[in-house]
Protein backbone atom coordinates (compact mmCIF):
# COMPACT_ATOMS: atom_id res chain seq x y z
CA UNK A 1 0.00 0.00 0.00
CA UNK A 2 0.87 3.37 -0.77
CA UNK A 3 1.66 6.34 2.08
CA UNK A 4 3.23 8.22 4.45
CA UNK A 5 5.08 6.98 7.11
CA UNK A 6 5.80 8.67 9.95
CA UNK A 7 8.14 7.86 12.99
CA UNK A 8 7.83 7.31 15.93
CA UNK A 9 4.50 7.95 16.81
CA UNK A 10 5.78 9.45 20.22
CA UNK A 11 9.07 10.95 21.13
CA UNK A 12 10.47 12.66 24.48
CA UNK A 13 13.41 14.76 24.36
CA UNK A 14 14.72 16.95 27.40
CA UNK A 15 15.01 20.96 26.40
CA UNK A 16 18.02 22.08 24.65
CA UNK A 17 18.00 19.07 22.50
CA UNK A 18 17.76 18.35 18.69
CA UNK A 19 15.43 16.14 17.58
CA UNK A 20 14.89 15.14 14.12
CA UNK A 21 11.11 13.45 13.13
CA UNK A 22 11.11 11.27 10.11
CA UNK A 23 8.86 11.50 6.99
CA UNK A 24 8.90 8.94 4.06
CA UNK A 25 6.58 8.73 1.26
CA UNK A 26 6.02 6.10 -1.24
CA UNK A 27 3.40 7.85 -3.15
CA UNK A 28 5.82 9.32 -5.80
CA UNK A 29 4.75 12.90 -4.82
CA UNK A 30 6.77 15.90 -5.68
CA UNK A 31 5.81 18.19 -2.82
CA UNK A 32 5.79 17.34 0.98
CA UNK A 33 5.23 19.37 3.69
CA UNK A 34 5.08 19.80 7.91
CA UNK A 35 2.61 20.81 10.00
CA UNK A 36 1.92 21.39 13.72
CA UNK A 37 -0.88 20.57 15.74
CA UNK A 38 -1.78 22.46 18.72
CA UNK A 39 -5.21 21.95 20.82
CA UNK A 40 -8.01 24.32 19.76
CA UNK A 41 -5.52 25.67 16.63
CA UNK A 42 -5.65 24.74 13.17
CA UNK A 43 -2.79 23.11 11.28
CA UNK A 44 -0.04 25.49 10.83
CA UNK A 45 2.15 24.94 8.16
CA UNK A 46 6.29 24.94 9.64
CA UNK A 47 8.17 24.33 6.10
CA UNK A 48 7.29 22.94 2.25
CA UNK A 49 9.28 21.48 -0.38
CA UNK A 50 8.20 21.51 -3.83
CA UNK A 51 10.75 19.42 -5.38
CA UNK A 52 14.25 18.03 -4.11
CA UNK A 53 16.76 19.95 -2.54
CA UNK A 54 14.11 22.71 -2.41
CA UNK A 55 12.20 24.08 0.50
CA UNK A 56 10.37 27.07 1.62
CA UNK A 57 9.49 28.27 4.54
CA UNK A 58 6.00 28.42 6.24
CA UNK A 59 4.37 30.50 8.58
CA UNK A 60 5.86 29.23 11.63
CA UNK A 61 9.76 27.72 10.14
CA UNK A 62 11.17 29.88 13.33
CA UNK A 63 13.11 27.26 15.58
CA UNK A 64 12.83 24.09 12.63
CA UNK A 65 15.12 23.18 9.98
CA UNK A 66 14.26 20.22 6.88
CA UNK A 67 15.57 18.32 3.92
CA UNK A 68 14.93 17.21 1.20
CA UNK A 69 17.75 15.28 -0.46
CA UNK A 70 15.57 12.31 -1.46
CA UNK A 71 12.01 12.74 -3.44
CA UNK A 72 10.61 9.96 -0.42
CA UNK A 73 11.95 11.93 2.31
CA UNK A 74 11.50 14.71 3.60
CA UNK A 75 12.92 14.77 7.67
CA UNK A 76 12.09 18.14 10.11
CA UNK A 77 14.56 18.99 12.82
CA UNK A 78 13.22 20.47 16.05
CA UNK A 79 16.06 22.43 17.62
CA UNK A 80 17.04 24.07 20.51
CA UNK A 81 15.99 27.40 19.48
CA UNK A 82 12.06 26.51 19.10
CA UNK A 83 10.95 28.17 22.21
CA UNK A 84 7.31 25.65 22.62
CA UNK A 85 8.36 22.33 20.71
CA UNK A 86 5.54 20.05 22.12
CA UNK A 87 2.94 19.45 19.52
CA UNK A 88 1.63 16.96 17.64
CA UNK A 89 3.39 16.97 13.80
CA UNK A 90 1.93 15.71 10.57
CA UNK A 91 3.51 15.48 7.61
CA UNK A 92 2.07 15.43 4.06
CA UNK A 93 2.25 15.03 0.36
CA UNK A 94 0.42 16.07 -2.71
CA UNK A 95 1.65 15.08 -6.28
CA UNK A 96 2.53 18.48 -8.33
CA UNK A 97 -1.27 18.72 -9.87
CA UNK A 98 -3.97 21.08 -9.83
CA UNK A 99 -6.29 21.07 -6.35
CA UNK A 100 -4.80 18.02 -5.13
CA UNK A 101 -5.72 17.15 -1.80
CA UNK A 102 -2.98 16.48 0.91
CA UNK A 103 -1.90 13.06 2.18
CA UNK A 104 -1.12 13.02 5.68
CA UNK A 105 0.88 10.90 7.69
CA UNK A 106 -0.22 9.62 10.82
CA UNK A 107 1.87 12.03 13.33
CA UNK A 108 4.57 12.09 15.51
CA UNK A 109 3.68 13.08 18.88
CA UNK A 110 6.89 15.30 20.50
CA UNK A 111 7.02 15.84 24.35
CA UNK A 112 9.86 18.03 25.49
CA UNK A 113 10.91 18.65 29.13
CA UNK B 1 -4.90 8.61 21.85
CA UNK B 2 -4.15 12.41 20.69
CA UNK B 3 -6.45 15.02 21.74
CA UNK B 4 -6.15 16.81 18.52
CA UNK B 5 -8.59 20.06 20.39
CA UNK B 6 -9.26 20.45 24.07
CA UNK B 7 -11.47 23.18 23.16
CA UNK B 8 -13.16 22.91 19.87
CA UNK B 9 -16.67 23.40 19.44
CA UNK B 10 -19.04 20.08 19.55
CA UNK B 11 -21.22 18.87 17.67
CA UNK B 12 -23.80 15.73 19.30
CA UNK B 13 -25.65 14.02 16.87
CA UNK B 14 -27.88 10.28 17.25
CA UNK B 15 -26.78 7.40 15.07
CA UNK B 16 -29.34 7.59 11.82
CA UNK B 17 -29.62 12.01 11.95
CA UNK B 18 -28.32 13.85 9.38
CA UNK B 19 -25.12 16.24 10.53
CA UNK B 20 -24.35 19.63 9.47
CA UNK B 21 -20.82 21.12 10.27
CA UNK B 22 -20.30 24.27 9.06
CA UNK B 23 -16.81 26.43 8.37
CA UNK B 24 -16.54 30.36 8.16
CA UNK B 25 -12.85 30.79 5.66
CA UNK B 26 -11.31 33.93 5.46
CA UNK B 27 -10.02 34.90 1.84
CA UNK B 28 -12.16 35.64 -0.88
CA UNK B 29 -9.47 34.69 -3.14
CA UNK B 30 -9.41 31.34 -2.23
CA UNK B 31 -10.34 29.01 -4.98
CA UNK B 32 -10.02 25.32 -3.61
CA UNK B 33 -11.65 23.74 -0.15
CA UNK B 34 -11.41 20.78 1.87
CA UNK B 35 -13.22 19.26 3.98
CA UNK B 36 -10.63 16.35 6.50
CA UNK B 37 -11.77 14.11 9.17
CA UNK B 38 -9.57 13.02 11.50
CA UNK B 39 -9.67 10.43 14.21
CA UNK B 40 -7.97 10.51 17.69
CA UNK B 41 -3.95 9.56 16.95
CA UNK B 42 -3.98 9.97 13.82
CA UNK B 43 -3.52 12.16 10.40
CA UNK B 44 -6.48 13.97 9.02
CA UNK B 45 -8.26 11.99 6.32
CA UNK B 46 -9.91 13.32 2.92
CA UNK B 47 -13.04 13.61 2.88
CA UNK B 48 -13.90 15.57 -0.05
CA UNK B 49 -13.38 18.69 -1.86
CA UNK B 50 -14.94 21.73 -4.22
CA UNK B 51 -13.51 23.98 -6.60
CA UNK B 52 -14.85 28.03 -6.33
CA UNK B 53 -16.54 27.32 -9.26
CA UNK B 54 -18.81 25.16 -8.13
CA UNK B 55 -22.31 25.49 -5.32
CA UNK B 56 -22.53 21.64 -4.17
CA UNK B 57 -20.88 18.58 -4.22
CA UNK B 58 -21.87 14.79 -3.40
CA UNK B 59 -19.98 12.39 -2.42
CA UNK B 60 -20.71 9.06 -0.59
CA UNK B 61 -23.40 10.07 2.45
CA UNK B 62 -21.36 13.16 2.23
CA UNK B 63 -22.37 16.72 0.67
CA UNK B 64 -20.08 19.78 1.10
CA UNK B 65 -22.00 23.16 -0.10
CA UNK B 66 -20.06 26.32 -0.95
CA UNK B 67 -21.50 30.00 -0.30
CA UNK B 68 -18.95 32.65 -1.84
CA UNK B 69 -21.12 35.46 -0.64
CA UNK B 70 -20.72 35.49 2.56
CA UNK B 71 -17.36 32.70 2.86
CA UNK B 72 -19.24 30.09 4.02
CA UNK B 73 -18.16 26.11 3.90
CA UNK B 74 -20.60 23.42 5.39
CA UNK B 75 -20.39 19.78 5.30
CA UNK B 76 -23.46 17.50 5.78
CA UNK B 77 -23.31 13.57 6.72
CA UNK B 78 -26.28 12.15 5.81
CA UNK B 79 -27.26 9.11 8.37
CA UNK B 80 -24.68 9.61 10.76
CA UNK B 81 -23.03 6.48 12.17
CA UNK B 82 -20.92 5.88 15.18
CA UNK B 83 -17.64 5.48 12.97
CA UNK B 84 -18.04 9.27 11.95
CA UNK B 85 -17.26 10.62 15.45
CA UNK B 86 -13.99 12.58 14.85
CA UNK B 87 -12.73 16.22 14.37
CA UNK B 88 -13.56 17.47 10.76
CA UNK B 89 -11.10 20.08 9.86
CA UNK B 90 -11.92 22.95 6.76
CA UNK B 91 -8.98 23.86 4.84
CA UNK B 92 -8.85 26.70 1.77
CA UNK B 93 -6.37 26.95 -0.65
CA UNK B 94 -5.56 27.98 -4.35
CA UNK B 95 -5.02 25.63 -7.37
CA UNK B 96 -1.64 25.74 -8.63
CA UNK B 97 0.03 25.34 -5.25
CA UNK B 98 -1.50 23.53 -2.12
CA UNK B 99 -0.64 25.82 0.46
CA UNK B 100 -4.10 24.78 2.62
CA UNK B 101 -5.00 26.78 5.55
CA UNK B 102 -6.22 25.02 8.16
CA UNK B 103 -9.67 25.96 10.75
CA UNK B 104 -9.31 24.75 14.16
CA UNK B 105 -12.09 22.08 13.54
CA UNK B 106 -15.34 20.83 15.19
CA UNK B 107 -15.56 17.58 16.72
CA UNK B 108 -18.90 15.22 15.85
CA UNK B 109 -19.95 13.15 18.66
CA UNK B 110 -22.03 10.32 17.24
CA UNK B 111 -23.99 8.08 19.99
CA UNK B 112 -25.66 4.94 19.10
Known sequence: ?113 | GESVGLHLPTLSVQEGDNSIINCAYSNSASDYFIWYKQESGKGPQFIIDIRSNMDKRQGQRVTVLLNKTVKHLSLQIAATQPGDSAVYFCAEGSRGFQKLVFGTGTRLLVSP
Open chain 1, 1 to 113: DGGITQSPKYLFRKEGQNVTLSCEQNLNHDAMYWYRQDPGQGLRLIYYSQIVNDFQKGDIAEGYSVSREKKESFPLTVTSAQKNPTAFYLCASTPRMEGSPLHFGNGTRLTVT
